[in-house]
């Protein structure tokens, strides 16, 4: 069973389109997150969610919306795709453990590419 | 200054070899200390995370200074398999956020 996972693992659009992606995670944690990996490998956090509700947006360009249904989901939408916003999109979740930060998990990531 | 600076390498090592890993933080109230290692074009996985008193695993030892705001990773015996990115993880000033470090290539030859 995959922990956290991802849809879709590959998305070539064109700018100015719209495109989502989607994660969810069977571990039972009450945070998750979005991060973006650039060319340069740099692992960038963009947002997290504890419990469906938004806790960090890391000056994100409003063109980026995350929504979380329930705990177990967080998708994120893009909307107006740039040429810039070609990266690899990781979702990761993890646990809360008394004021500590216990492990992320990662899904497998959804290499984008805008042409 | 960045929050989370790690030497980016590449290190390159013959099998066998010992390599250690170093990586300093700004963020004095920072809680939670990991490591993680990244093989090419997958996600971040983890590799240990880091106590205040220094943990072992395997050919892996961690350890952590909190004076220095410094963790540090020891690869013993190295493989083959352990040519990867080695990535440190530290939480920031809310405990919801865990920081990258930008990695350190390691490459070990046979």
């Known amino acids: 069973d995959t922990a956290v996972s991802q849809t879709p693992k590959y998305l070539v659009t064109q700018m100015g389109n719209d495109k989502s992606i989607k994660c969810e995670q069977n571990l039972g944690h009450d945070t998750m997150y979005w991060y973006k990996q650039d060319s340069k490998k740099f692992l960038k956090i963009m947002f997290s969610?504890?419990?469906?509700?938004?806790?960090i947006n890391e000056t994100v360009p409003n063109r980026f919306s995350p929504k979380s249904p329930d705990k177990a989901h967080l998708n994120l939408h893009i909307n107006s795709l740039e040429l810039g916003d070609s990266a690899v999109y990781f979702c990761a979740s993890s646990q809360s453990r008394g004021g500590y930060r216990a492990e992320a998990f990662f899904g497998q990531g959804t290499r984008l590419t805008v042409v | 200054r960045k929050e989370v600076e790690q030497d980016p390498g590449p290190f390159n090592v013959p099998e066998g070899a010992t390599v250690a890993f170093n990586c300093t933080y700004s963020n004095s109230a920072s809680q939670s200390f990991f490591w993680y290692r990244q093989d090419c074009r997958k996600e971040p996985k983890l590799l240990m995370s880091v106590y205040s008193s220094g943990n072992e695993d395997g050919r892996f030892t961690a350890q952590l200074n909190r004076a220095s705001q410094y963790i540090s990773l020891l690869i013993r015996d190295s493989k083959l398999s352990d040519s990867a990115t080695y990535l440190c993880v530290v939480s920031g000033d809310s405990s919801y956020k865990l920081i990258f470090g930008s990695g350190t290539r390691l490459l070990v030859r046979p």
């Open positions: 969610y504890n419990n469906k509700e938004l806790i």
